[in-house]
């Protein structure tokens, strides 16, 4: 099984942003995902928003943190490599880097519910 850093996803085709909604991907298939803002902070690979994650699985009572009484938005996204995106949210949060291959199961799963 492939780990959700594998460089091997090659790059996507487009990445647009919408600042206030989410993150479009367009593939090199030609097939397009899209991840909304709040699953894209909720699943950031950074450490605190794993450890976020593990505690709600165990917990279905914890609380997760919301630094700021505003409506989540993404500020900025940088290309990190040749391999994935970084994501800065207004909440202050932009230590999470979404690969390529993280990013296609996220969109696939968001595209499930």
Not at 1 to 10: F, I, K, V, W
Not at 22 to 40: A, E, H, Q
Request: net charge neutral.
């Amino acid at each position: 099984m492939n780990s959700p850093n594998d460089p091997t996803e090659p790059p996507p085709l487009a990445l647009h942003l919408e600042k206030c909604k989410g993150l479009t991907v367009t593939w090199r298939d030609g097939s397009k995902g899209f991840i909304n803002l709040v699953t894209l902070r909720r699943m950031s690979q950074s450490a605190d928003a794993r450890q976020d994650r593990e505690s709600q699985s165990t917990n279905p009572l914890h609380i997760l943190k919301h630094s700021s009484a505003e409506p989540l938005t993404a500020l900025t996204a940088e290309l990190v490599g040749n391999y994935a995106v970084r994501i800065r949210f207004s909440d202050g949060h932009d230590t999470g880097l979404f690969s390529w291959l993280y990013l296609r199961s996220l969109a696939s799963d968001a595209q499930n519910i």
